[in-house]
């Protein structure tokens, strides 16, 4: 079982947040929004990456549907709720209602572990943000635990090949 010691642990070890103009910089690399296709942050932290993919959509007000082509995961409790409040206040100062807001914020931001819990299905053609950097060995006991039965060998070097491998 997953503690919030080892989540505070794992926060304090990985926790280096992308600022927004190197968000920028590469969304306009990979042509984002122009090229066709749904972009995923796998380790989403406060949400920077994915507020900066958002804001260069096309949104119609409340359109859900444009929204889901942005899907960040996150671990961390009160990361996730920093990032879900960050989208929701871009999405109602661009004219939403709270409620489609905070429902949207809540759907490009999940809550849980990407490697264990990520999606399933191949249906994203971006991959993008900041992966934590973490030798397998300074993982805190519970998700060395957890992870030694999911994880290959390759990846146990350090986390960010278990994310880079998972995309």
């Known amino acids: 079982m997953i503690t919030q010691k080892a989540l505070e642990a794992l926060h304090h070890a990985t926790a280096l947040y992308t600022v927004e103009p190197v968000c920028d910089t590469l969304l306009e690399r990979i042509g984002w929004p122009s090229v066709s296709g749904k972009l995923i942050d796998p380790s989403a932290g406060d949400g920077m990456f994915l507020l900066c993919a958002i804001a260069k959509l096309n949104l119609e007000i409340d359109d859900l549907d444009t929204l889901s082509r942005v899907r960040g995961w996150e671990i961390y409790p009160p990361a996730v709720e920093s990032g879900r409040e960050r989208i929701a206040q871009h999405l109602i100062s661009r004219g939403w209602t709270i409620g ?10 999940s809550q849980g572990d990407f490697l264990l819990e990520g999606p399933t299905e191949p249906e994203y053609r971006f991959v993008a943000g900041n992966p934590p950097y973490l030798r397998f060995g300074r993982l805190p006991d519970a998700f ?12 146990r070097g350090d986390l960010q090949h278990a994310f880079l491998m998972r995309c």
């Open 100 to 109: 489609y807001a905070r429902i949207g914020a809540r759907q490009v931001l």
């Open 144 to 155: 060395k635990d957890l992870y030694a039965a999911s994880l290959c060998e390759a990846s």
